[in-house]
């Protein structure tokens, strides 16, 4: 089981309509609603490509109902961790015209008991839960995790250790571990040793205050993540040890809708490390193998109109083709 | 009691933003959620001059879960006809810039089944709820109605023969009625003799497809409304009779968000019309006193941040100030 994260789920609404324009009254012409926030979509596509997926995130008021609901429909296991603070709703407008307008909304801020309640529930769900009375609704019989996905913002106001403290009990019980947050979240997920850190490349410079992008994964090695994977949209996606990088291309002649393709990029990479027992850390022909199914799932979700999804066979498709040359820039020891 | 119908509810969202860009991703400074819907705008208003009130009204998903957790929070008791379709949300977006804008949902489609729910709704509540076992929850124990107000638009696809139902169960129980609709609701109001058919001016243009104010009232009271009362913004008030028209002005000098300014004037319309006993038809005495009312509910409104509130001080104040000359501009029968 891989057991996913999402500290700052969504409502995350699209509206179409024929003409964006200020200050007037727009019909809308077509409504989706969809659970959102990063880990949300990285669990639906490992749910979607059959891998048994568990889903933490706190949720508050209807928003949280609605999206409670919505993963029961969908056949994503999570446990609900229930927060005062209303689930936030991000709306996106569209219409063939323009950019997209999105709206975010900043979303709850939870208290150190609420983030007590999250830390518990991970470490219930890192255990497995063997079914006793009082397991989550949706967890009981769920096997130990694999693997730990933290992935997505922080509510605001949030101490960014607490993503050390997931880290560190997935850590302690030799689960690997996949964090793509952003700022402090990701320095302290690198300190508390994650396997993995897995920002963009914009997440990766802002993060670590540096200009170019080997410079700020060495910092985040240097706190302690075992490995940098940085994506780079249609650039690739890159893994960074302390000694060389590995590289791997994107896969060309993809175009389509780019939302949540780092999140696909994500189930992706940790499917890999799963299968390969990558603990504590993986090896470099598995990195690169782990790459490559990063960047087939990305681009099969650039294929897909909504973030949080694959078709299976697109994965399947990608990956058969046959792999461009990777690039092994071993570099002498800074 | 006044019973208020709500035929099509919303979620009413308002973001704050410091600058509305098309194409950007907006940081939301600031979240509002109301229940709105012109009728509950109109119940809230006489609910918070002291009114005994009773909103009916279609609900479905979470947003008309919220609506009517909230309507509880508020004191506003309510009778909710659960429908299988989302109540919609309305997302407006201001800064302090530019016009606000506005994303309004289609809405749900309601079967005629869930239409006879509301109706039988309707009827129960005209006569009075003597508290028995089944009765609504919040229901139990309300008195028969004394004025029956239908406010707003009729969700997509309905049949504009439901408000000719609900104008229709209060004629014949005696019970004043005021609608204030739109298009062939409007008409269908008046053909069913509605006691006030309360349009503001562009709606009763549209609906009537007339060109001037006089000759569409005209049209309504031909259908068979006893009176049309036409909002006009800063331009005042009228009531149109087959004969005559009376006319109040705006309260002068009062300026700040007119939304919801047309609710208000409703809401202080009926309250004298209520507290007049016109049924049949109201005398040109009480209309002049139930068009001033209206004038300073609504004034009262425009002083409020946010629709469906007044001050009741303002209201006072706005009726103790000398009242302009009132025209009656008698006319010989067409």
Chains 1, 2 share one sequence.
Not at 129 to 139: I, L, M, P, T
Not at 242 to 251: D, F, N
Request: hydrophobic share 45%; with cysteine.
């Amino acid at each position: 089981m891989i057991l996913v994260v999402t500290p700052n789920p969504a409502v995350d609404v699209t509206y179409r309509v024929a003409e964006q324009r200020i200050g007037e009254t727009q019909r809308v012409l077509g409504v989706q609603r969809r659970p959102g926030g990063k880990g949300l979509n990285v669990g639906r596509v490992l749910a979607s490509t059959g891998v048994r997926t568990h889903a933490v995130l706190p949720l508050g008021g209807d928003g949280g109902h609605w999206i409670a609901g919505t993963l029961d429909d969908l056949g994503l296991a999570h446990t609900d961790v229930a927060v005062r603070g209303e689930t936030r709703t991000t709306v996106t407008v569209v219409d063939d015209l323009a950019h997209p307008t999105m709206f975010g909304e900043p979303g709850p801020v939870l208290t150190p008991d609420e983030w007590d309640t999250v830390t518990a529930s991970v470490e219930t769900m890192l255990d497995g839960d063997v079914g006793d009375v009082g397991g989550a609704a949706g967890a009981a019989g769920a096997p130990p995790a694999a693997a730990l996905v933290v992935s997505g913002s922080l509510p605001r106001d949030s101490d960014p250790d607490v993503v050390a403290r997931w880290v560190t009990a997935a850590r302690r019980r030799g689960v690997l571990s996949v964090v793509d947050c952003s700022g402090t979240a990701l320095l302290a997920a690198a300190s508390a040793g994650a396997t993995v850190c897995k920002p963009n490349r914009e997440e990766l410079l802002e993060a670590t205050g540096t200009d170019d992008e080997r410079s700020g994964a060495l910092r985040l090695l240097g706190l302690g993540a075992t490995v940098v994977v940085v994506s780079r949209g249609s650039d690739g996606i890159a893994a960074h040890l302390s000694e060389h990088v590995l590289e791997v291309p994107a896969v060309p002649g993809v175009s389509g809708n780019p939302t949540g393709a780092g999140d696909a990029a994500t189930a992706g990479l940790v499917r890999v490390l799963v299968d390969a027992r990558s603990v504590p850390a993986p090896d470099d022909a598995t990195l690169l193998r782990a790459l490559r199914s990063a960047a087939a799932h990305g681009a099969a979700a650039v294929l897909q109109p909504v973030a949080g999804a694959v078709d299976p066979a697109d994965v399947d498709r990608f990956l058969s083709t046959p792999p461009a040359p990777a690039h092994d820039r071993t570099r002498t020891p800074a």
